[in-house]
Structure formats: structure tokens, C-alpha cells
């Protein structure tokens, strides 16, 4: 073995063993021991790389190297996609507001990052909702009246510092909107994950719902004047009652071959969906890179 070959080994085995020491005094954060002991199995095939590529192969040492490097970033990549698809629960914010007398109506925005999300309809006058999640997330509610209008705001942040893999992950959140009230405006902002809205009892204005990964069902009541924009970057399905005449405008790919009744609505050249008989009642616009289905 040459003199470069053993120093690569010994290099190897130094770093391994001094790292090894180190998480043992608890001198490494554990986020960065958690990695490390992912990416051990990696600095073994340095090693064995290093034996035998440094006789035999020119730059047989720098091709060790690189292969450790790579192998290393590989396995915190996959390591850390698998955690951060996985639901967790460890983290959990109970949201629950009694709407006084004198509010009409609501107003509820969130900006979520990945979580899945589900808005209900529930009696009453108590505005609520609850999040289950990884230790990285923080939801950070807002709620304020002005005049005769509540007003939530919801902001899904990640909380600073390193975090061990198994602490990251993906959240769910339940929203329940009272039905004693008219929902003004419902904004809801979802990075990855799929949103489910069951508001046919709920009387809605306006609706923007943007999910930049997911899938997105949608059902509404006969709320007649509603505005509703749906994004979806997969499939979009929504369901209106047969009572409510809806103009529906497409867009995306999904609107080369939308699912609709055509006794119960007209396709025009701009790909705008029209009632067949009567007046509209709403307007929504459906975009969407997967199938779009209205029922």
C-alpha cells in the first residue's frame, strides 16, 4: 500500500472515531448526530474505496471521495424526504373562538406549508379548528373583530434551529366554520397537501383556495353571489347543488377534457362552463394540471 493509500485509510478511520468520541460527550447537536449516524454506513465505503481503488485505479483516492460525498448526500436526501412524509402528531394547537353577538359574518385566511387541510361546517357560533403536526411547524393564529366581522388569520412557520429527522413531517389540519354567520372570505395557501372543503351548509362569498402540490374536493352549498378561485396543482373536483347556476371558467391543463353534465351546462369556445337554463348565480374558475370534475 502506498504512503497516500494509507493515509487516506487512516484519515478515514481518524474521522470516523473522532466523531464517534464526539457524539458521545454530547459535543454534536443532535440534528447533525442524527445525520451523521444515517450517513455512518458511508465513511465504511470511503474506506473500503480507498483500499482498494488507491492501488489500482488512477485517482483512485479522489474517486473514493466522491463517491463518499455523493453516497453521504444521498442518504440525507432520502432520509430526510421519507420523515417529512410522514404524518405526525407530536405537535398539536387547539384554536376555539365564541363569536359575539354582534358578528354577521367571518373572514379566515391560513398560508399552510405541508399539511393536509379540512373545512367544515358546525352549528353554532364557535369558530374552531385544531393542527397535528411535526415539531418543526408553528401555527400562529391571529383573531381580531372589527365592527361586525371576525377576522382569523392562520400562518403555518417553521421553527428555527436544527431538528432531528424524525421531528420533521407533515400536519393536518381541521377547520370548522359555524354556520350561524355568512363566511365573507375564505383564503386558505397550502404548499404540499390535499384540502378537502364541506361547506354546503355554510353561506360563502368569497373563496381563494391555492394548493401548489395536491389534490383539491370541493363542495358547496347554495350560496348564491359566491366567487370561488380554485388551484390545484393535481386533480380538482367540485360539486355544486342542482339548484345553484354556476358560470365555471377552466384553465390549465385539466381544461382540455373536463368532466361535467352537459343537459346541465353549456361549453363556449373560452372554455367557460354556462348553465344551460336560467340565470348565473355564482361564478368560480377552476385551474387545475390534473383532472377537473364538476358534479
Known amino acids: 500500500m502506498r504512503a497516500l493509500d494509507r493515509s487516506m485509510a487512516a484519515l478515514v478511520i481518524l474521522l470516523a472515531a473522532a466523531l464517534w468520541i464526539a457524539h458521545l460527550l454530547n459535543l454534536i447537536p443532535p440534528a447533525f448526530a442524527d445525520l451523521l449516524s444515517r450517513a455512518a454506513p458511508a465513511l465504511l465505503i470511503a474506506l473500503g474505496l480507498a483500499l482498494l481503488l488507491g492501488r489500482r485505479a488512477r485517482y483512485g483516492n479522489l474517486i473514493a471521495l466522491g463517491v463518499t460525498f455523493a453516497l453521504v448526500g444521498g442518504v440525507v436526501a432520502i432520509s430526510f424526504n421519507r420523515e417529512a412524509s410522514l404524518f405526525r402528531e407530536d405537535y398539536v394547537e387547539s384554536l376555539e373562538y365564541t363569536l359575539p353577538p354582534n358578528v354577521v359574518s367571518v373572514r379566515l385566511s391560513a ?47 417553521q421553527r428555527e434551529g436544527l431538528l432531528r429527522l424524525d421531528q ?128
Not at 404548499?191 to 383556495?209: W, Y
Request: no cysteine; aromatic share 2%; net charge negative.
Open 168 to 295: 420533521v413531517g407533515r400536519g393536518r389540519l381541521t377547520l370548522s366554520l359555524p354556520t350561524a354567520v355568512s363566511i365573507e372570505g375564505l383564503s386558505l395557501s397550502v404548499s404540499q397537501g390535499d384540502l378537502s372543503l364541506e361547506a354546503e351548509p355554510l353561506a360563502l362569498r368569497n373563496v381563494q383556495i391555492v394548493l401548489a402540490s395536491g389534490n383539491l374536493n370541493a363542495q358547496f352549498g347554495r350560496s348564491v353571489g359566491l366567487l370561488a378561485e380554485l388551484r390545484a396543482s393535481d386533480a380538482l373536483t367540485v360539486r355544486l347543488p342542482p339548484d345553484l347556476l354556476a358560470e365555471i371558467a377552466l384553465r390549465g391543463n385539466g381544461a382540455r377534457e373536463p368532466r361535467f353534465d352537459e343537459a346541465r351546462y353549456t361549453r363556449r369556445i373560452d372554455n367557460v362552463l354556462v348553465p344551460t337554463l336560467g340565470e348565473t348565480q355564482a361564478q368560480l374558475t377552476l385551474e387545475a394540471n390534473g383532472a377537473i370534475t364538476i358534479e
Open 111 to 157: 398560508a399552510l406549508r405541508r399539511t393536509e387541510v379540512a373545512v367544515r361546517a358546525v352549528e353554532g357560533r364557535t369558530l374552531s379548528g385544531e393542527f397535528r403536526g411535526s415539531l418543526e411547524s408553528l401555527l400562529v393564529p391571529s383573531y381580531r373583530i372589527e365592527g361586525d366581522v371576525a377576522i382569523l388569520e392562520l400562518q403555518e412557520t
